[in-house]
Protein backbone atom coordinates (compact mmCIF):
# COMPACT_ATOMS: atom_id res chain seq x y z
CA UNK A 1 0.00 0.00 0.00
CA UNK A 2 1.54 3.61 -1.06
CA UNK A 3 2.50 5.95 2.09
CA UNK A 4 3.68 9.12 2.70
CA UNK A 5 7.80 9.08 3.91
CA UNK A 6 9.38 11.68 5.73
CA UNK A 7 12.74 12.26 6.56
CA UNK A 8 14.56 12.47 8.63
CA UNK A 9 12.78 10.32 11.18
CA UNK A 10 14.71 12.69 13.80
CA UNK A 11 16.54 15.46 13.47
CA UNK A 12 18.72 17.52 16.30
CA UNK A 13 19.31 21.29 15.72
CA UNK A 14 21.14 24.26 17.39
CA UNK A 15 18.75 27.26 18.92
CA UNK A 16 18.64 30.01 15.67
CA UNK A 17 19.71 27.61 12.99
CA UNK A 18 17.45 26.53 9.96
CA UNK A 19 16.31 23.15 9.56
CA UNK A 20 14.18 21.39 6.65
CA UNK A 21 12.01 18.45 6.92
CA UNK A 22 10.79 16.35 3.98
CA UNK A 23 7.86 14.95 3.11
CA UNK A 24 7.17 12.27 -0.23
CA UNK A 25 3.41 12.04 -0.07
CA UNK A 26 1.82 9.61 -1.96
CA UNK A 27 2.07 10.19 -5.42
CA UNK A 28 -1.21 10.50 -6.98
CA UNK A 29 -2.59 12.58 -3.90
CA UNK A 30 -3.13 16.34 -4.55
CA UNK A 31 -4.12 18.19 -0.86
CA UNK A 32 -0.61 18.14 1.19
CA UNK A 33 -0.46 19.25 4.79
CA UNK A 34 1.76 20.12 8.03
CA UNK A 35 1.05 19.05 11.80
CA UNK A 36 3.12 18.99 14.70
CA UNK A 37 2.62 17.62 18.17
CA UNK A 38 4.32 18.71 21.33
CA UNK A 39 5.59 16.47 23.80
CA UNK A 40 2.11 15.85 25.83
CA UNK A 41 0.00 18.01 23.74
CA UNK A 42 -2.41 17.57 21.13
CA UNK A 43 -1.83 17.24 17.45
CA UNK A 44 -1.91 20.84 15.98
CA UNK A 45 -2.38 21.63 11.84
CA UNK A 46 -0.23 24.00 10.78
CA UNK A 47 -0.98 24.13 7.09
CA UNK A 48 -2.55 22.88 4.00
CA UNK A 49 -1.22 22.74 0.42
CA UNK A 50 -2.90 22.45 -2.69
CA UNK A 51 -1.77 24.07 -6.17
CA UNK A 52 1.17 25.23 -5.48
CA UNK A 53 -0.14 27.88 -2.59
CA UNK A 54 -1.19 27.46 0.91
CA UNK A 55 -5.00 26.94 1.00
CA UNK A 56 -5.19 27.78 4.67
CA UNK A 57 -2.73 27.89 7.77
CA UNK A 58 -3.08 28.02 11.29
CA UNK A 59 -1.72 30.88 13.98
CA UNK A 60 1.44 28.61 14.58
CA UNK A 61 2.50 29.24 11.21
CA UNK A 62 3.85 32.20 11.02
CA UNK A 63 6.63 34.10 9.48
CA UNK A 64 9.10 31.83 10.44
CA UNK A 65 7.28 28.72 8.86
CA UNK A 66 7.73 28.08 4.85
CA UNK A 67 6.69 25.43 2.92
CA UNK A 68 7.41 24.20 -0.70
CA UNK A 69 6.69 21.73 -3.44
CA UNK A 70 10.19 21.62 -5.24
CA UNK A 71 9.45 19.16 -7.55
CA UNK A 72 7.03 16.65 -8.27
CA UNK A 73 7.40 14.33 -5.70
CA UNK A 74 8.58 16.43 -2.47
CA UNK A 75 6.89 18.35 0.05
CA UNK A 76 9.17 20.45 2.95
CA UNK A 77 8.52 22.34 6.03
CA UNK A 78 11.15 24.62 6.46
CA UNK A 79 11.58 26.60 10.17
CA UNK A 80 14.08 29.28 10.38
CA UNK A 81 16.10 30.33 13.27
CA UNK A 82 14.62 27.91 15.47
CA UNK A 83 13.16 28.20 18.49
CA UNK A 84 13.11 25.47 22.13
CA UNK A 85 9.61 25.64 21.83
CA UNK A 86 9.72 24.60 18.79
CA UNK A 87 10.79 21.10 19.59
CA UNK A 88 8.18 18.56 18.42
CA UNK A 89 6.82 15.48 16.25
CA UNK A 90 6.12 17.15 12.87
CA UNK A 91 3.72 14.92 10.77
CA UNK A 92 3.07 15.22 6.81
CA UNK A 93 0.34 14.19 5.52
CA UNK A 94 -1.46 13.48 2.01
CA UNK A 95 -5.09 13.34 0.23
CA UNK A 96 -6.30 12.75 -3.12
CA UNK A 97 -8.84 15.36 -3.13
CA UNK A 98 -9.99 18.15 -0.76
CA UNK A 99 -12.40 17.79 2.32
CA UNK A 100 -11.09 15.14 4.59
CA UNK A 101 -14.61 13.97 4.84
CA UNK A 102 -14.30 12.82 1.26
CA UNK A 103 -11.06 11.40 0.89
CA UNK A 104 -8.63 10.87 3.97
CA UNK A 105 -5.61 12.63 4.78
CA UNK A 106 -2.93 9.54 5.13
CA UNK A 107 -0.22 10.39 7.54
CA UNK A 108 3.84 10.00 7.36
CA UNK A 109 5.55 8.23 10.71
CA UNK A 110 6.93 11.70 11.88
CA UNK A 111 10.00 13.45 11.93
CA UNK A 112 10.95 14.31 15.89
CA UNK A 113 12.77 17.53 16.02
CA UNK A 114 14.76 18.56 18.64
CA UNK A 115 16.13 21.91 19.32
CA UNK A 116 19.09 22.20 21.95
CA UNK B 1 -14.28 27.20 17.23
CA UNK B 2 -13.89 23.77 16.85
CA UNK B 3 -13.13 21.34 19.42
CA UNK B 4 -12.33 17.92 20.57
CA UNK B 5 -12.31 16.52 23.90
CA UNK B 6 -11.47 12.61 24.67
CA UNK B 7 -11.00 10.56 27.76
CA UNK B 8 -7.85 10.71 29.39
CA UNK B 9 -5.76 7.97 29.74
CA UNK B 10 -3.99 5.71 30.29
CA UNK B 11 -6.44 2.90 29.84
CA UNK B 12 -5.19 -0.61 30.73
CA UNK B 13 -7.06 -3.55 29.73
CA UNK B 14 -6.68 -7.48 29.73
CA UNK B 15 -7.09 -9.27 26.70
CA UNK B 16 -10.64 -10.23 25.13
CA UNK B 17 -12.05 -6.85 27.42
CA UNK B 18 -14.38 -4.55 26.23
CA UNK B 19 -13.39 -0.89 25.82
CA UNK B 20 -14.70 2.61 25.34
CA UNK B 21 -13.10 5.40 24.67
CA UNK B 22 -15.33 8.53 25.07
CA UNK B 23 -15.09 11.27 22.56
CA UNK B 24 -17.33 14.35 22.60
CA UNK B 25 -16.76 17.41 20.01
CA UNK B 26 -17.66 21.46 19.31
CA UNK B 27 -18.14 22.65 16.56
CA UNK B 28 -20.00 24.88 13.98
CA UNK B 29 -22.17 23.36 11.08
CA UNK B 30 -21.60 19.60 10.81
CA UNK B 31 -18.62 18.27 10.61
CA UNK B 32 -17.19 14.98 10.20
CA UNK B 33 -15.24 12.27 12.66
CA UNK B 34 -12.40 10.09 12.87
CA UNK B 35 -10.55 8.03 14.85
CA UNK B 36 -7.14 7.74 14.30
CA UNK B 37 -4.98 5.69 15.51
CA UNK B 38 -1.04 5.44 16.47
CA UNK B 39 0.77 2.07 16.54
CA UNK B 40 4.35 2.55 18.47
CA UNK B 41 6.75 4.21 16.12
CA UNK B 42 4.08 4.23 13.48
CA UNK B 43 2.11 7.46 12.25
CA UNK B 44 -0.97 8.26 12.45
CA UNK B 45 -3.49 5.95 10.51
CA UNK B 46 -6.84 6.45 9.81
CA UNK B 47 -9.30 3.60 11.86
CA UNK B 48 -12.79 4.35 11.00
CA UNK B 49 -14.98 7.93 10.23
CA UNK B 50 -18.50 8.99 9.79
CA UNK B 51 -19.31 11.80 7.62
CA UNK B 52 -23.15 12.48 8.71
CA UNK B 53 -25.44 12.13 11.69
CA UNK B 54 -26.21 8.41 12.85
CA UNK B 55 -23.89 7.15 10.59
CA UNK B 56 -21.81 4.13 12.00
CA UNK B 57 -17.83 4.08 11.60
CA UNK B 58 -16.39 0.35 11.65
CA UNK B 59 -13.04 -0.89 11.10
CA UNK B 60 -11.15 -3.63 12.12
CA UNK B 61 -13.98 -4.42 15.05
CA UNK B 62 -13.98 -1.44 16.25
CA UNK B 63 -17.17 0.93 16.08
CA UNK B 64 -17.88 4.41 16.83
CA UNK B 65 -21.71 6.56 15.94
CA UNK B 66 -22.08 9.79 15.23
CA UNK B 67 -24.38 11.19 17.71
CA UNK B 68 -25.66 14.87 16.89
CA UNK B 69 -28.04 15.32 19.64
CA UNK B 70 -25.04 14.47 22.49
CA UNK B 71 -21.99 15.89 19.79
CA UNK B 72 -20.14 12.75 20.54
CA UNK B 73 -18.19 9.53 18.78
CA UNK B 74 -17.37 7.26 21.07
CA UNK B 75 -15.00 4.45 19.71
CA UNK B 76 -15.81 0.78 21.08
CA UNK B 77 -14.63 -2.25 20.95
CA UNK B 78 -16.02 -5.90 22.48
CA UNK B 79 -13.15 -7.75 22.58
CA UNK B 80 -9.47 -6.11 22.42
CA UNK B 81 -6.25 -7.94 21.87
CA UNK B 82 -2.50 -7.08 22.61
CA UNK B 83 -2.48 -5.35 19.48
CA UNK B 84 -4.87 -2.95 19.85
CA UNK B 85 -2.15 -1.40 22.00
CA UNK B 86 -1.86 2.11 21.05
CA UNK B 87 -3.00 5.72 20.99
CA UNK B 88 -6.03 6.56 19.61
CA UNK B 89 -7.02 10.08 18.47
CA UNK B 90 -10.46 11.43 17.73
CA UNK B 91 -10.82 13.73 15.57
CA UNK B 92 -12.95 16.64 13.37
CA UNK B 93 -13.12 18.34 10.28
CA UNK B 94 -16.03 20.91 9.55
CA UNK B 95 -15.21 20.23 5.86
CA UNK B 96 -12.36 22.40 5.40
CA UNK B 97 -9.21 21.69 4.98
CA UNK B 98 -7.70 20.53 8.56
CA UNK B 99 -8.11 18.48 10.99
CA UNK B 100 -8.72 19.37 14.90
CA UNK B 101 -7.53 16.34 17.32
CA UNK B 102 -7.94 15.13 20.80
CA UNK B 103 -5.35 14.61 23.19
CA UNK B 104 -5.25 10.93 22.01
CA UNK B 105 -5.91 8.08 24.41
CA UNK B 106 -2.96 5.45 25.55
CA UNK B 107 -4.58 2.25 25.48
CA UNK B 108 -2.61 -0.67 26.47
CA UNK B 109 -3.89 -4.39 26.61
CA UNK B 110 -2.20 -7.29 28.99
CA UNK B 111 -1.84 -11.05 27.51
Known amino acids: EPEVTQTPSHQVTQMGQEVILRCVPI?????FYWYRQILGQKVEFLVS????????KSEIFDDQFSVERPDGSNFTLKIRSTKLEDSAMYFC??????????????FGDGTRLSIL | GNSVTQMEGPVTLSEEAFLTINCTYTATGYPSLFWYVQYPGEGLQLLLK?????DKGSNKGFEATYRKETTSFHLEKGSVQVSDSAVYFC??????????FGAGTTVTVRA
Open chain 2, 91 to 100: ALSPNDYKLS
Open chain 1, 93 to 106: ASSAQGAPSNQPQH
Open chain 1, 49 to 56: FYNNEISE
Open chain 1, 27 to 31: SNHLY
Open chain 2, 50 to 54: ATKAD
